[in-house]
């Protein structure tokens, strides 16, 4: 029996990867993605390094807990970086990792598309309400 290296695994489990299928790992990845906190968090680091408190006044309306949460999966998933400096109070901060830039880089022109067309949308839905088609 052939010895495989975790790489080669990687690479092959790659190949196997479907989003359509039910029980395929990526779609926890994509649920995560899809999070309206994470997209903000990944557009909120772009900048570079930022402690928690900047981050929570950035992105208005995030709940502390929400905002650890968000911050602890993205961690998690080596997509962010938090580092503790020994101060009084002790600093902490958090950073993208090269996988974290890589996935910024996606969704940064998600959120940039969504302020781009706004209006148009907010126009849609006042048609709609108008016309008395309801929403899902």
């Not at 495989?4 to 299928?21: H, I, V, W």
């Amino acid at each position: 029996m052939a010895t495989t290296t975790a790489a080669a695994r990687r690479e092959q489990a790659k190949d196997e990867y479907d989003a359509y299928l039910a029980n395929c790992p990526s779609r926890q990845l994509l649920d995560m993605i899809g999070n309206k906190w994470v997209g903000l968090v990944l557009a909120g680091l772009e900048s570079g390094p930022r402690r928690h408190s900047e981050l929570a006044r950035q992105i208005a309306g995030v709940s502390q807990k929400m905002l650890t949460k968000t911050l602890r999966e993205l961690e998690r998933d080596g997509l962010v970086t938090r580092t503790v400096t020994a101060s009084v109070p002790v600093r902490v901060d958090y950073d993208l990792t090269d996988l974290g830039r890589d996935l910024q880089s996606v969704v940064r022109p998600l959120k940039d598309w969504a302020e781009a067309h706004m209006g148009e949308i907010l126009d849609h839905r006042q048609t709609t309400a108008r016309s008395g088609l309801k929403s899902a």
